[in-house]
């Protein structure tokens, strides 16, 4: 399956759709890296990926292919600068003409950021092709020009939005997320709904993410407890990864909002799992956006089979609907028991407000905000 749609985004009177990845996905969907062309691979994953004998199946596609290889598995949750930095010098050195990334964001976001700083330290070698095996059913990285690394001195995480590193092939294997935890899987389904949520009352959402999104959030409600509840049912976690990719898509194009603002700041000073940071934000969000959005909430509504007579009544079946989810998976619905102490909390609030403020993620919210609202919503939530 290749996206053809090119270009959704609004100039005047003109809205463009862009999706470029060449995605493959299905059972024995690791089988297509045999198809791969290319001199030399350099793989981007964590040691874990290595442990349990992951990264050697991908060893294996790349021999059948023909392709040497090079493997950097120093990559760390939220990859730092430094780390970065280090894969980015090896990169180099290795003249790779082909990553790939395997693992969870952390890893797709850190492949796709060496990627681009090569790319841009010596422009005359060409861009790698990029190929991400994603592990996780939650980030949507694989098909977005977003990556996300963190500047540990300044307890910051930085986003990264560029073309070029959207990734040119995605394969979405489900095998390779067998082994993720209950609690992985649920604080990354819960980025994906929110990802989807937030991507469908955006600013710039439109007829192309509109479709991307509500089957996101329609899968994730039929899918994500059952992965929750037993890891190896195939058919739950394969559809869970589709709807990553499709919220992907949707949020690639229509960007998204405070939700994902706040838990930017949140991982970046407290270290909050990002998934878990939103799914604690989101019933507060749709709160905070139901008079701007008007009836977008009870679309979904409708759309999930929610009381919805009238738009308020909506708006609050989605919100229940969301903290059901949560509750049913262990994640609380308030800041203080991520295990936020309230001094380090309101010490830190004027710089989460700051930061969530200037996070890219809060252009494209539906209702505009303030700082002042920005700590409002997160003194509502603690």
Known sequence: M?????????VKDVTQF?????????????????????????????SFMVKVGFADRIISGLE??????????????????????????????????????LGGGSAIDAAKAMMYFAYKADPAKGKAQLVVIPTTSGTGSE?????????????????????????????????????????VTAATGMDVLTHALEAFVSTKANAFTDLHALHAIKYVF?????????????????????????????????????????????????????????????????????????DRYRTIARKLELPCDTVEQGNESLIEAVRWLNSQMGIPNRIRDLGIKEDDFQTGIETMAGHAMDDACTTTNPRRPSKRDIRQLLRQAY
């Open 18 to 46: 862009n999706g470029r990845t060449k995605i493959c996905y299905g059972e024995n969907a690791i089988n297509s890296l045999e198809k791969l062309k290319g001199r030399h691979a350099f793989i981007v994953t964590d």
């Open 2 to 10: 290749k996206t053809c749609l090119h270009g959704f985004r609004r």
């Open 143 to 183: 098909v977005t020009a977003v990556t996300v690394v963190t500047d540990t001195a300044a307890q910051l995480k930085i986003p990264l939005i560029d073309e070029m590193i959207v990734p040119d092939i995605a394969v979405l294997d489900a095998r390779f997320t067998r082994s993720v935890p209950p609690s």
């Open 64 to 101: 059948r292919a023909n392709i040497s290889h090079t493997l950097f598995d120093k990559v760390e949750p939220d990859p730092s600068l430094e780390t970065v930095r280090q894969g980015t010098v090896q990169l180099l050195s290795d003249g790779a003409d082909l990553i790939v990334a």
């Open 222 to 294: 039929r899918y994500l407890l059952r992965c929750y509840r037993n890891g190896d049912d195939m058919e739950a976690r394969q559809n869970m990864l589709l709807a990553s990719c499709m919220a992907g898509m949707a949020f690639n194009n229509s960007g998204l909002g405070v939700a994902h603002s706040i838990a930017h700041t949140l991982g970046g000073l407290f270290h909050v799992p990002h998934g878990k940071a939103n799914a604690v934000m989101l019933p507060y969000v749709i709160r905070f956006n139901s008079f701007d959005v008007r």
